[in-house]
């Protein structure tokens, strides 16, 4: 019994010690490229600007956060709405949490949309929308991009491809996320 614990015992070492990797000289990471692959930034979101180049409206310490959802407005500043009502100014990551807003029956006035090419905000009804492109979208699977000019657009969906479409449609396309 003894000697067939022994036998089984140096099996598996054998068979563990013939299935690791070993690595050579050239495959062993050196300490430059170890550090130099920790200091690399992690790729940035297409909906991601610069602090400096965000409009932010609101004031606070909710300056920096979505009024419906929390996220991070300048992380998802290309996907920004701005609104307000008799009292404040809101600022959402998205048309998905400015449906929700409205859909809880708030009445919003002055609504702009962040333009993605100037990075600034626009009249909503003076936007052209690619809706449905395969740049991912922010809070909803289908995504919905604002530009100032239907070239803009129209350059953009041959890209990426998507529907363009007015305010109206695509915030009716974001009011299917609560169907």
Do not use: W
């Amino acid at each position: 019994m003894f000697k067939k614990i022994i036998l089984a015992a140096i099996l598996v070492l054998a068979f563990v010690g013939c299935n690791q990797k070993t690595l050579t000289v050239e495959e062993t990471p050196t300490h430059e490229h170890t550090q130099e692959h920790m200091h690399q930034k992690p790729p940035v979101m297409f909906q991601t600007v610069d602090e400096k180049d965000a409009v932010l409206v609101q004031e606070g310490k909710e300056k920096y956060h979505c009024h419906q959802c929390g996220m991070n407005l300048v992380k998802f500043y290309k996907t920004s709405y701005i609104a307000e009502d008799q009292t404040r100014k809101y600022q959402y990551c998205s048309i998905h949490c400015l449906a929700e807003h409205l859909n809880q029956g708030v009445e919003l006035k002055n609504p702009k949309v962040v333009e993605i090419t100037s990075l600034k905000p626009i009249p909503v009804l003076e936007a052209y929308y690619v809706v449905g492109s395969d740049v991912r979208g922010t809070m909803t699977r289908v995504s919905k991009y604002a530009f100032k000019s239907l070239e803009a657009a129209q350059a953009f969906q041959k890209k990426h491809g998507g529907e363009i479409m007015d305010f109206n449609g695509a915030l009716k396309e974001a009011q299917k996320d609560f169907e």
